[in-house]
């Protein structure tokens, strides 16, 4: 369960399998290149964060993975995560709590909590996602059309509003190279070798330098790209550091592991794979915990990343490692030249980014669904938009829970059938005077368990018997359970006898565990509702 998948692929590893592996780890790292800069520069952080996390942790990942071809890095899911903990805090303590983010993945990964993150609801993802790609979307607006702006309001209605008192420094040349940028992504053919995003940057990046128009490059506003990586840096947090940046590392935690195991399912339908989710958080933890150390951001799995990377023959963890070593070699070699990047191509291509994440497809396939599910999606993501996005999958999750609770206490249902004679197996065996008969269906659990006050009633009559087909029960939690005992107790009480047909293997488990079949009595216990009235007529 916890052996990464790269040493099980190299034991039977081949050239040919390493050309391959190479192939598209080069192209990986070319497209992970503009995506690692954007999205620092999304979270207010200088661009080299994107690229130190896209080598530490995308190596890391890779290396320690438990799927084959999964790529890691920064992500877009991330950006309204961290640069409200950069804006708040700093980056010192987002450091820490990425640090605190990745201890809580190992716990969680060795804990074997891996399955478990796999039951999101499906319009809580489809929420959060759309909702985030909207926030990333709005913080691009200045770049992409390039207004002049002091500060930018962190909540969503005012920054539109600031937006929109700056229109009148529009900067028709950044704008240009936007729109440029991003109708090159979307046009570029996929079949091509060469990362459209890569084109687009070499183009947008030689028209400024040649004709030197009055737009924002990285150089002008952060001074540059470092050529190499920070040293090595680990600082204890205290406990009330700790106290403090909690919540937010339990954010970034379950973020990456929703992020990762998604995109490690989305990779297993792509190669006909199998991951091992335990292995995958426990990469994941290791992955955010050396990350900070290395001037770093929080990482998970990229799906896109992971889809180019398929796509053009990855079929091993060595491809990832490839790909956070092409871009450690860029970070050595070609920081100068990635430092002339104009910010407004950098929006562009974040601007496609949140097309893609946007998941427009998913939503309106949702929305031709249930009524629940409509309403979960819709919270989810305006939510998210409007208030913090975990607040939206909070309340995604609370409200998804509930209606299926409530669908679950409607499909339970307790019936009388020895007055109504509703099925053929009574009207045949005639149900003996003075024994009354109930019929349980569907879920015994706390929120169906008021449906059995019917049973209650029936008691005040004091009938010789009552029975109780459970043929239809496959689950009883505890509140089931003590309606049971509730039920006997008023039996004794009155003199009547209770018998209990068809109980299946859980509730009877459950009854045997909590020593109630011996107060109710083994001979009380009947295999079919036929044989317990046949015994008693």
Known sequence: MFVPKSIICLRDYSWKQ???????????????LPLAMAFSIACNLPPERGLYTAVVAGFLISALSGSRVSIGGPTGAFIVIVAGIVTQYGYVNLAIATGMAGIILIVMGFSRMGTLVK????????????????????????????????????????????????????NFYALGIGLFTA??????????????????????????????????TIQSRFGGIPQSLPGFQFQMPSADQIRQLLPSAFTIAALAAVESLLCAVVADGMIGGNHKSNMELVAQGIANLASPMFGGIPATGAIARTATNVRNGGRTPVAGMVHALVLLLILLMAGPLAARIPLAALAGVLVVVCYHMSEWHSFKFILSGTRSDILVLLATFLLTVFVDLTVGVGVGLGLAALLFLRKMAELSEVKNLGSKRETEEINILQVPPDVEVYSIKGTLFFGAAGKMLE??????????????????????????????RDIRQQCQTRGTRLVLAGVHSQPLDLLEKAKKIEKIGKENFKPTLARALKELG
């Open 183 to 216: 109708g090159l992504i979307f046009l570029w053919p996929r079949q091509w070798k060469i990362p459209g995003s890569i084109v687009a940057l070499i183009l947008a990046t030689a028209a400024v330098s040649w004709a030197h128009w009055p737009v924002e």
């Open 119 to 170: 039951f999101m609801p499906y319009p809580v993802i489809t929420g959060f996602t759309s909702g985030i790609a909207v926030v990333i979307f709005s913080t691009q607006i200045r770049d992409f059309f390039g207004l002049k702006m002091e500060s930018i309001p962190a909540e969503f209605i005012p920054k539109w509003g600031a937006y929109f008192e700056a229109l009148p420094t529009l």
């Open 18 to 32: 390493f050309q391959s592996d190479l192939t598209a780890g080069v192209v990986v790292g070319l497209v992970a």
């Open 455 to 484: 049973v209650d009633r029936a008691l005040f009559k004091a009938p010789k018997t009552l029975v109780l087909d459970m043929s239809a029960v496959f689950h009883m939690d505890t509140t089931g359970l003590k309606t049971i």
